[in-house]
């Protein structure tokens, strides 16, 4: 990371990505928050327009650029007011397949998914039951001579409804039966077209922001054989690294939010007159916003270091965590700021800051929370007892 580097990296990128989002202006994410909507056209604009293949090798038709080039244009989506959590996890998720996928499978997947083709933007990990102990998930996969029929219940898995193929976790041998408790868990690609009412059922979850997201019950479901990603019993080693480059794109979302509440928020205290001057003027006005200028910087900085040591074929699993702890934290705090700068203006839907208030919100809760987050640092870099 260069000192020239920081303020902004990738300009074309960024460049690109404003002028599309300039497409999709306030209103248009108003009316789809009010009616809880997908961004269809959001969606397929950015695949149409190779953004959500900046991942995928040019051999398979994308850019063949690294995470870092990810997160930019995550950043700035978010920093446009738009919303990259409905085709965020066709970047991530699409990794298990590149990394972990025969030959096979990447032929007939990727170029369709690189060309806006075929969505895979469903990741089927938390259940009900297991939480955030990923290892005592119980959807179970049995195999049944070329196909694996598999029972059990997912939530929370976001835009089932709105993608072709899922990455899903299942367990293919019992927890009690095997030597690790990670050991076990496969990782299959699910093909939604033909799953749904053919075993598989959706019951989305309405919540407090526009996300898509739904409960899964598995009845059933037959997969073929050949759709089993990597070798059987393995899929949890597999699902980490995308796990990683999830925590570190989120990461830049959050960033990308921080920096459009601090825009608003820097732009209002110029305008807003109280008392016959700029509330601006007030230190205890702009004192917290230059405060989460501060800390977005920081988070950024983290966020970058991230992304460079994914690319240099790191599997950076403390740093994902700690950009994602720091730049949720961090949007959080300028969300907070921003309304508050606002006044009674903050609550208005017109002016986008309380949507984008209840989105970044999420991001200390999903796709980790922040209590795990510390769990690992405290265990795995401080040596400190385990508490689970
Ligand atoms: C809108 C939304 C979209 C999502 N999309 C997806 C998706 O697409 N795919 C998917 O697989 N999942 C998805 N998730 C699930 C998400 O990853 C989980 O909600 C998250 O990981 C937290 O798990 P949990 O809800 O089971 O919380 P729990 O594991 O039940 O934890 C509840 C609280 O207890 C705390 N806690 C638990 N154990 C400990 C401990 N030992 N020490 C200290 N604190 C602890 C946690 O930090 C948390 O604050 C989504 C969730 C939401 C809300």
New binding site residues.
Partial sequence: MSIAQTEETFPDIREGVRRLCARFPGPYWQALDADRRYPTEFVTTLANEGWLSVLIPEAYGGSGLGLAAATAVLEEIHRSGCNGGAAHAQMYTMGTLLRHGSEGQKAKYLPKIAAGELRLQA????EPTS??DTTRIRTFARREGDHFVVNGQKI???RAEHSDLMVLLVRTTPREDCAKPTDGISVLLVDMRDAVGNGLSIRPIR?MLN?A?TELFFDNLRVPVENLIGEEGKGFRYILSGMNAERILIASECIGDARFFIDRASAYAKDRQVFGRAIGQNQGVQFPIARAHVQMTAAAAVVEKAAALFDSGVQPGTEANMAKMLASEASWFAADMCVQTHGGFGFAEEYDIERKFRETR?YQ????????IL?HVATHVLGLPK??
């Fill in positions: 990741f089927g990990v938390t939480g955030t929370w898995i976001s919540t996300h997201t999420l809760v999903a796709p980790i929370s922040t209590n795990l769990s508490s689970f």
